[in-house]
């Protein structure tokens, strides 16, 4: 009886390993370059919403910026996203 049950535990877990590794393959994370990177931000890669990003919450400083900046990260209006002075 306990070699059987061992030997369904073996099974198990390797169809368990197997379910994993096909979802892996099947569902892959985006790459940097699959990511939809939004064209109010020219020249940068900054996704839209949601979620709703601050400066705070990226990389890039003095960056352009076109209408309608979903992000509002041209707080002053003149074109420029994030500015540092």
């Not at 096909?22 to 990177?37: A, D, F, G, K, N």
């Not at 949601?50 to 041209?74: A, G």
Request: net charge negative; proline share 13%.
């Amino acid at each position: 009886m306990r070699e059987w049950v061992s030997e369904m535990v073996k099974l198990y877990t390797l169809i368990a390993i197997t379910v994993f590794a096909l979802i892996v393959l099947l569902y892959p994370s985006p790459s940097p370059s699959q990511v939809q990177c939004d064209r109010a931000y020219p020249g940068v890669c900054i996704p839209s919403p949601p979620p709703d990003l601050d400066c705070k919450d990226i990389q890039y400083r003095n960056f352009t910026v076109l209408p309608p900046d979903p992000h509002n990260f041209d707080g002053g209006g003149d074109g420029i996203g994030c500015e540092q002075h």
